[in-house]
């Protein structure tokens, strides 16, 4: 039977079975985002619809059964549904995708930081970020500028030019975890190692607050950068799915 969770403390133990998958539903317990929030439990399953970005991410966590069970009863007609490879078919004949993206959930297992000299980007950088990030088809595409509020941005420039950026997409001292990202180096300065060393400018911030559990996704077909983020000691977890799923 679909139950609808207010309680902080409930949510929080069974997000906590699964850190690694539970990375940014955890955030969402943080104030200012647990009120933009839905949590629902089902046949043993816990579902998230978080309402506060216009996607609608979905996040459902628990044995395929209940998941499945959970999705069915769920009042939400669309979102962002995340599912883990195992458990895809407990949406199978509920929710179809319209579009979807293969994902590596990578967590930091053991630091190995790159040196180099990075800045912190503030609110007064935004405009340089936002002019990075357009110079790449799709860079930046989870980037609010909400973000850099937190004070976890971090940039390299050439000449006073902007050509590396990295950040966060979720973070919560409270609760411990951190989605890292919003990493993207400017065409002309790539294969210089200034991604891993803007993450790692990243990272040792978000370490410096007590912060344990950091993670990260990427498409599992980019070599490249689950190699850079390898070298920094991040290693893959499990893939899942996610992208904009409609209910059947």
Avoid at 20 to 42: C, I, R, V
Avoid at 115 to 141: H, N, Q, R, V
Avoid at 142 to 157: E, K, M, V, W, Y
Wanted: with cysteine.
């Amino acid at each position: 039977m679909l139950r609808r969770l207010t309680a902080k403390t409930g949510i929080r133990e069974i997000l906590n079975q699964d850190r690694a998958w539970a990375l940014y539903a955890l955030a969402d317990l943080d104030d200012g985002m647990f009120e933009h929030s839905e949590w629902w439990a089902s046949g043993g399953a816990l579902g998230l619809v978080f309402h506060a970005i216009a996607i609608r991410p979905i996040f459902v966590m628990g044995e395929a059964a209940g998941i499945r069970e959970l999705l069915q009863a769920m009042p939400v007609a669309s979102g962002y549904l995340n599912l883990r490879l195992d458990t895809i078919g407990a949406a199978e004949g509920l929710f179809q995708y319209r579009q979807r993206s293969e994902m590596c959930r990578m967590m930091l297992e053991s630091f190995a930081p790159r040196a180099g000299d990075t800045e912190a980007l503030t609110m007064a950088d935004l405009g340089a970020i936002e002019a990075l990030f357009a110079s790449g088809d799709g860079a930046g595409i989870a980037f609010s500028p909400a973000q850099l509020r937190t004070g976890f941005f971090r940039g390299i420039r050439d000449n006073g030019d902007l050509v590396a950026a990295a950040g966060i997409h979720v973070v919560s001292p409270g609760e411990g975890v951190a989605g890292v990202g919003n990493v993207f180096v400017k065409a002309s300065h790539r294969g210089r190692g200034l991604a891993q060393t803007v993450l790692s400018s990243v990272v040792s911030a978000v370490q410096a607050v007590g912060i344990d559990t950091i993670g990260l996704n990427v498409e599992h077909t980019n070599a490249a950068a689950i190699a850079a983020y390898q070298r920094l000691g991040f290693r893959t977890r499990f893939r899942y799915y996610e992208g904009t799923a409609e209910r059947v």
